[in-house]
């Protein structure tokens, strides 16, 4: 394909109107639409990128070739099944669905109708998790935070869905083995839904990984900690920056190993505009995306694994979770 993908974005709130922009502004994509239930919010991008606006999404059903669903998480699988059943390319954000049903019925739809699905999980595009994706080797122990300070959006899901879900499709992609075992925590604090979890995952190779996720912390941070043998790496996504002790054989005549403290060499660039060129290249070129429907799949079932867990746990230790 050598002319210019017709492109739209579902849903251009806080996140869609970042979608927009780089579609406008990638040279092999033409911008020509943006939908939004809230006609302000829609009027609005459209006007800032000269583009069409429309309320309902279906008016562009076969009008374009890849969009975005950025809307929130209960309206995906809807939004992306009409468009997937017509054979448009759909790059659908975090987490892919509600339920695994509604993850199937994409993948499906996808698959029948040969269109590229892919699913918005933006840290495989973060540059600091594709270097340390370059030296993993045998991943032991992971040590995960991602803490982000409260906001009234995506209440439709609890903090597994919304921000859980990026460190599991993250450590699912690293270790190359089945989970065994989950034991979870979490609680409600400003909303009626879980805002603080922590799941420690067990795998079949050994491999254990202990994960934070809270949107109700009083500071941002996205850092994840993982030891080899013989190495340790820090990878801070906000900062693109991975950290790293190794330890060397003890050279000739001394007692104890050397170690070695560096950084990971990382090309900084923006982690959004590197997944949507990367879904526009899958569309144009019908390859594999890299996050792909069953990707997606995986990170939300290990997501619903843990939920469960949660709710498991508040029963045995007797704790009333619900405000109801
Ligand atoms: P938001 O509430 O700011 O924006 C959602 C927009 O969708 C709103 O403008 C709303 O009016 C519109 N909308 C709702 N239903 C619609 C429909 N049926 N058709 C058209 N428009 C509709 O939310 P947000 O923070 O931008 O989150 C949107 C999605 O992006 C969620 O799935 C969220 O999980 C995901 N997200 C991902 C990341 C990431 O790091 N990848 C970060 C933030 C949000």
């Known amino acids: 394909m050598t002319e210019q993908l017709r492109t739209a974005v579902i849903g251009v709130g806080h996140l869609g109107r970042e979608h927009a922009r780089i579609y406008s502004s990638l040279p092999n994509s033409e911008l020509i639409a943006v939908c939004d239930t809230n006609e302000s919010t829609g009027r609005e991008i459209a006007e800032r990128y000269s583009v069409r606006f429309v309320s309902d999404y279906r008016e562009l059903i076969g009008q374009v070739d ?99 879900v990026h460190e599991l499709d993250i450590i699912a992609e690293l270790v190359p083995s089945e989970v065994t075992k989950i034991h979870a925590v979490g609680i409600p604090i400003l909303t009626r839904k879980i805002d603080l979890a922590n799941a420690r ?23 994840l900690r993982l030891f080899q043998p013989h190495q340790y790496y820090s990878l801070d996504y906000a900062e693109q920056q991975v950290a790293m002790c190794k330890l060397m054989p003890p050279v000739s005549g001394a007692l104890q190993p050397e170690i070695v403290a560096d950084y990971l060499p990382v090309n ?20 594999t995306p890299v996050v792909s429907g069953s990707d997606g799949r995986r990170a939300l079932k290990l997501a619903h694994d843990v939920l469960t867990r949660i709710k498991e746990h508040s029963q045995l230790a007797g704790i009333n979770l619900s405000f109801d």
């Open 201 to 223: 995952l067990e795998f079949a190779d050994g491999c254990v990984a202990n994960i934070t996720a809270s949107r109700v912390s009083g500071e941002r941070l996205r850092k």
């Open 66 to 164: 890849a969009v975005s669903v950025v809307t929130p998480t209960v309206s995906h699988h809807d939004v992306a099944l009409d468009f997937l059943q017509a054979g448009t390319g759909v790059l659908v954000e975090k987490p892919i669905a509600r339920t695994l049903d509604e993850a199937d019925a994409m993948i499906n739809a996808a698959e029948k109708s040969g269109a590229i699905l892919q699913v918005g999980h933006i840290e495989r595009f973060n540059p600091a998790f594709q270097s340390l994706q370059k030296v993993i080797t045998r991943p032991l122990f992971f040590e995960v935070h991602r803490m982000g300070i409260f906001t009234p959006r995506s209440l439709d899901i609890d903090v597994v869905m919304d921000l859980m």
């Open 268 to 287: 900084k660039r923006e982690p959004l505009l590197a997944e949507i060129e990367s879904f526009v290249n899958a569309v144009r070129e019908k390859t």
